[in-house]
């Protein structure tokens, strides 16, 4: 998705964005107040600039939603411009267009981020194996990704490649499609997971003991 047609879904609200405002907040640099009014901006959408009934609605002094909406204006998150109305007539409205516009970037940043991460897992392996992947296990990798694979779980089912002395992906992927279908998301599910089987093990143990003594008292 390129950041023109991420920018339109944004502003023609098709994806959620308050979360993206409240995780976004320390980064903004946005106190409690001005970030009501950036939510209460975002939901009005494009509308005629009254400061009166903005106060009324939130219930804060006008001076004080005044001196907020001047301060938005200094953070580069809105701009007040004048817009013709259904009736001819010119009128000033509050634009967040560029708000849209950082939280494009936000998100962009985000989604290069979760590529770069891809790459990383394909170099890892090329590392591990000390060869260059072909392009069918490329296409391996890529569907790990597309299944949400966690990537430390990845990098956990690649050194038990290792450990078996096994260089293949199919191997590792066989590793982790059994992991997925025994509910192994994390890798806290498969350290729980190893810790249950380590516990087994040692019940078993416990029993096989307690049994060839019982043997030997007889």
Not at 10 to 16: C, S
Not at 28 to 44: A, F, H, P, Q, T
Not at 77 to 104: F, H, M, P, Q, R
Not at 111 to 118: D, Q, V
């Amino acid at each position: 998705m390129n950041g023109t047609k991420l920018n339109e879904l944004i502003k023609d609200k098709k994806i959620v964005i308050p979360l993206y405002f409240l995780r976004m907040c320390n980064e903004l640099d946005l106190n409690k107040r001005e970030l009501l009014l950036l939510l209460y901006l975002y939901d009005m959408n494009d509308f005629p600039f009254n400061p009166s009934k903005i106060a009324s609605d939130l219930s804060v002094d006008m001076l004080e939603i005044m001196n907020d909406i001047s301060i938005l204006s200094d953070k580069g998150l809105i701009s007040v411009s004048a817009k013709e109305n259904d009736k001819g007539v010119i009128e000033e409205v509050i634009n967040l267009d560029d708000l849209y516009n950082k939280i494009t970037l936000k998100i962009m940043e985000e989604l290069n981020s979760h590529e770069e991460l891809t790459d990383n897992i394909h170099d890892m392996i090329e590392l591990e194996f000390n060869r260059k992947l072909t392009p069918l296990e490329h296409d391996v990798i890529n569907d790990w990704d597309r299944n949400n694979y966690d990537k430390l779980v990845i990098k956990e089912a690649v050194k038990e490649a290792s450990i078996n002395g096994v260089s293949n992906l199919r191997y590792i992927d066989k590793i982790l499609y059994d992991w997925y279908k025994k509910g192994i998301r994390t890798i806290n599910d498969l350290k729980n997971n190893k810790e249950q089987k380590e516990e087994s093990i040692d019940n078993a143990n416990y029993v096989m003991d307690d049994w060839l003594n019982m043997d030997d008292d007889e």
